[in-house]
T-cell receptor
Framework: NAGVTQTPKFQVLKTGQSMTLQCAQD?????MYWYRQDPGMGLRLIYY???????DKGEVPNGYNVSRLNKREFSLRLESAAPSQTSVYFC???????????FGPGTRLTVL | DAKTTQPPSMDCAEGRAANLPCNHS???????VYWYRQIHSQGPQYIIH???NNETNEMASLIITEDRKSSTLILPHATLRDTAVYYC?????????????FGKGTLLTVNP
């Protein structure tokens, strides 16, 4: 099992550009999450998907959109990147909404 | 979820036991104590969790005091690869909050 995988590992964007961060899990988990982590801070939840076909906002959703493509995949889209979105983005998955979370390796995004 | 308090940093000699404390004096009866760690630049890794009984798995042991106001994560034979930030989180898996709140954690440095 690969667990939770994320692509790309690194990305540099210019202000105003768009991109999609990809996340996939092979653990047959129902729930998936997107977090961001800024230097010296803990993780903050952006969006989550309790099950296939549903998505909900977390604590910092502005500037992001998500798609739960199927049970395995949960993508995060930045429509018009801003320097404030420079961060490390982590995807996580759980069997159920409040079960133990398993994290991917992260995507390091820099917006110039 | 209850607030947790951890020392900002600790040192441990390689091969010795690492004992990481966590205070959670306001923890409620249905909140679990979860431990995650984050090795530099990687995604958080689940270690162990418990409600009131002591728990052990292949990675660590979790000792929770009888009043549940504090706990200790024990890595029995620390190695250099255990150098990481360790997060103690109080989480109500049956409540309406599905979000793990990562604080600043404890930076454990294992020295040769």
């Amino acid at each position: 099992n690969a667990g939770v995988t994320q692509t790309p590992k690194f990305q540099v964007l210019k202000t105003g550009q768009s991109m999609t961060l990809q996340c996939a899990q092979d653990m047959n988990h129902n729930s998936m999450y997107w977090y961001r982590q800024d230097p010296g801070m803990g993780l903050r939840l952006i969006y989550y998907s309790a099950s296939e076909g549903t998505t909900d906002k977390g604590e910092v959703p502005n500037g992001y959109n998500v798609s739960r493509l199927n049970k395995r995949e949960f993508s995060l889209r930045l429509e018009s990147a801003a320097p404030s979105q420079t961060s490390v983005y982590f995807c996580a998955s759980t069997l159920g909404l409040r079960d133990t979370q398993y994290f991917g390796p992260g995507t390091r995004l820099t917006v110039l | 979820d209850a607030k947790t308090t951890q020392p900002p940093s600790m040192d441990c000699a390689e091969g010795r036991a690492a004992n990481l404390p966590c205070n959670h004096s306001t923890i409620s009866g249905n909140e679990y104590v979860y431990w995650y760690r984050q090795i530099h630049s990687q995604g958080p890794q689940y270690i162990i969790h418990g409600l009131k009984n002591n728990e052990t798995n292949e990675m660590a042991s979790l000792i929770i005091t009888e009043d549940r106001k504090s706990s200790t994560l024990i890595l029995p034979h620390a190695t250099l690869r255990d150098t990481a930030v360790y997060y103690c989180i109080a989480f109500n898996s049956g409540g309406s909050n599905y979000k793990l709140t990562f604080g600043k954690g404890t930076l454990l440095t294992v020295n040769p």
